[in-house]
């Protein structure tokens, strides 16, 4: 007996911003995915804090995401990152 398996909403493939897109690549993909790419890019470009690892210091591709911020929570990344997703 098959039962059919809901899609989070997480999981439901989201269209990134030319902004974003910069950053985690274009094509739809899910916000899990988008995360993921956004960490393995915070860590390749060491834009975490030293002293605060929840803080991220964006460079000049991720302040456009982050409305020109200095320094971000991590927190507060994942509300900003949702406005650039459709």
Excluded: C
């Amino acid at each position: 007996m098959a039962t059919k398996q809901k899609n989070s909403k997480f999981m439901q493939p989201m269209k990134p911003s030319k902004e974003l897109a910069a950053v985690v690549g274009d094509g739809p993909m899910p916000r899990t995915e988008v995360t993921k790419k956004l960490w393995a890019y915070i860590k390749k470009n060491n834009l975490q804090d030293a002293k605060n690892k929840r803080n991220i210091n964006p460079d000049e591709k991720m302040s456009k995401i982050f409305g020109g911020k200095k320094a971000v929570n991590m927190f507060e990344m994942t509300k900003l990152v949702n406005k650039h997703l459709s």
